[in-house]
Every structure is written in C-alpha cells, then in structure tokens.
C-alpha cells in the first residue's frame, strides 16, 4: 500500500522560508515521478514542481522558478521542497503526489499540509 506524509508546513511571514518534507512508501521508486501540488483556497489545485526518482529532470512552475527547489534523499524515501522568499500568494495547501514514468495523471497523493505566508 502507498504511503506519502507530508510535513513542515506552517506560518510564515513574506520573504521567508520553509521546507516542505514527503515520506513515502509501497512504491517502486525507480518507477516513478514525485511531485508537488498547491491549492489556494477558492483556486484549482495546481502543479508546482517534480523530480523523479532516479535521474532524469527537475520541473518548477514559472511561479516558483527560482524561489522553490525539489529533491530527493533516495536513502531516506524523502522528497523535499525548499521555499525561499516565500509571498502571500505562495499560501495554500501542498500535496506530495507519485506518478509512474510515462504516464501523465498522478495517481497517489498525501494528505497536505497547510503553508500559510503573512503579509
């Protein structure tokens, strides 16, 4: 059974940081790609970032270019998502997901945690 906790969310205040911790298990790992989803509220759930398992390409929003970085601790199942110079807009719930190389839709989500980034 798959598995994918996150963690780390929180308060912040605009222009600080946060990492974002996902923990997952049951996968196959060299079979999937991980990414990060937020959803403001009022607003679609939308992509953010990913990173595959092994090798392969990094992926960010043009919203987070720059600000954001994914990777990955193969040794401890983790995938992180750093957040720098956070802004209020940045304010949502974030989701880990899994999908399988090769295959667009997203099939296994965590459960979120909140970020919420003061004025």
């Known amino acids: 059974q798959v598995h994918l906790v996150e963690s780390g969310g929180g308060l912040v205040q605009a222009g600080g940081s946060l990492r974002l911790s996902c923990a997952a298990s049951?996968?196959?790992?060299?079979?999937?790609?991980m990414g990060w989803f937020r959803q403001a509220p009022g607003k679609e759930r939308e992509f953010v970032a990913s990173i595959p398992w092994i090798g392969g390409s990094t992926y960010y929003a043009d919203s987070v270019k720059g600000r954001f970085t994914i990777s990955r601790d193969n040794a401890k199942n983790t995938v992180y998502l750093q957040m720098n110079s956070l802004k209020p807009e940045d304010t949502g719930v974030y989701y880990c997901?899994?999908?399988?190389?090769?295959?667009?839709?997203?099939?296994?989500w965590g459960q979120g945690t909140q970020v919420t980034v003061s004025s």
């Open positions: 997901a899994a999908r399988l190389r090769g295959v667009n839709e997203y099939r296994y």
């Open positions: 049951g996968l196959t790992f060299s079979n999937y790609v």
